[in-house]
């Protein structure tokens, strides 16, 4: 008998190299298909059609406990659309699937769109189509999102280049602090009972529960004339990400503790769990921020943009990846981002 491999064994990123290496790209209109943010359609010679799809499964990325369901909807709206922003595109459509189980009441399930319609609003995006059917298990939601964007103006993973800088926006590990709460207060409950305490940790309770896409920052680049050379969304943490970045493009980077953005909230946290905010920033999921990477003469211009901060450069691929904490010393960055199977 053949040996049968475990899922853990190789890993989420592992199993879509093992079970996607046969695809083929025979049609002309399949500009880019498995390995980005987005896959890229080509219908038009100036114009690019994006689509990305993702998959929230109860017990596994959501836990209604702790999320009012109409969050739920409005994060899963987010989290689809990240992915367009991640090509420097615009977002204009979705599809929404579901598979609910027979605990959920009809109001649940209206709550659930409350919140997508309500993303669909706030980004200007129109709720085209699904599926609905019936599940032993929970919910299951599938969105896919399509967007546009000019062939001018796209941002792959695989195009970082060297002396590139590496830009952030808003701040990181914000989401995973969240979490951290909602978790905290979720097993005191189930412990004693108690009410959940969750005054004073808005800020990151917001950012986990109802995060928001940084769209005017992909309209503020496109102001000032910047193409970023490479650009990917943080769902999985800046390491992670980093990785992608640097694995696709062929390079190494270095990143500055001091430049990581941290809220003062998030680092507040941390302080009360007594970790170290520097790891919900590099390895935190959720934050729904864009890593992207600019020619170092946009320097100036990216400076006049609110809300991007710029975390380092781009180096060459045998310079690896490091991080260069405040005290000076250098070390090498761990991708200990959110993977499949291993938890
Ligand atoms: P993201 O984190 O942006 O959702 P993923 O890491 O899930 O991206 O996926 C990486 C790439 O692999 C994407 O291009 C995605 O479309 C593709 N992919 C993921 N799962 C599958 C699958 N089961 N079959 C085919 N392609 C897949
Ligand atoms: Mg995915």
Redesign the pocket.
């Known amino acids: 008998m053949t040996k049968q491999t475990t899922l853990a064994e190789i890993g989420?990123?592992g199993?879509?190299e093992r079970?996607?290496k046969q695809?083929t790209k025979t049609h002309k209109t399949t500009e880019y298909?498995?390995?980005?943010?987005?896959?890229v359609l080509k219908y038009t010679d100036t114009q690019y059609t994006l689509i990305?799809?993702?998959l929230l499964v109860e017990g596994i990325h959501f836990d209604l406990v702790y999320t009012p369901i109409k969050h739920l909807g409005y994060k899963a709206v987010i989290?689809n659309i990240?992915?367009i922003y991640?090509m420097n595109g615009t977002p204009q459509q979705i599809t929404v699937s579901i598979a609910v189980s027979a605990k959920f009441s009809v109001e649940a399930i209206e709550q659930l769109y409350e919140g997508i319609h309500t993303a669909c609003k706030a980004y200007n995006i129109d709720l085209i189509g699904g599926d609905t059917t019936s599940s032993i298990t929970g919910l299951t939601i599938s969105i896919t999102a399509i967007g546009i964007v000019a062939e001018s103006d796209i941002s792959y993973r695989k195009t970082a280049r060297v002396n590139d800088l590496i830009c952030v926006t808003g701040n990181l590990g914000a989401a995973y602090m969240g979490l951290q709460i909602l978790q905290r207060e979720k097993s005191i409950f189930k412990e004693v009972g108690a009410q959940p305490k969750l005054e004073g940790y808005e800020y990151v309770l917001q950012r986990q529960l109802k995060p928001e896409s940084p769209k005017h920052i992909i309209e503020q680049l496109k102001k000032n004339g910047i193409v970023p050379t490479a650009m990917?969304?943080i769902?999985?943490g800046l390491s992670s990400e980093l990785f992608?970045i640097c694995k696709q493009s062929h390079v190494g980077c270095n990143i500055y503790e001091e430049k990581i953005p941290i809220h003062e909230n998030t680092a507040d946290v941390c302080k009360e769990f007594s970790i170290e905010p520097l790891i919900p920033a590099l390895h935190g999921g959720d934050d729904y921020e864009l890593l992207f990477t600019i020619p170092i003469t946009c320097f100036d211009s990216i400076s006049t943009i609110q809300g991007v901060t710029v975390i380092g450069n781009i180096t060459e691929a045998d310079k690896g990846l490091y991080l260069i904490l405040k005290a000076g010393d250098k070390v090498a960055l761990k991708a200990q981002g959110w993977t499949s199977f291993t938890q």
């Open positions: 989420e990123f199993l879509i079970i996607t695809s298909g498995i390995g980005d943010d987005c896959a990305s799809t993702d989290c990240s992915d991640a990917i969304d769902s999985d992608h």
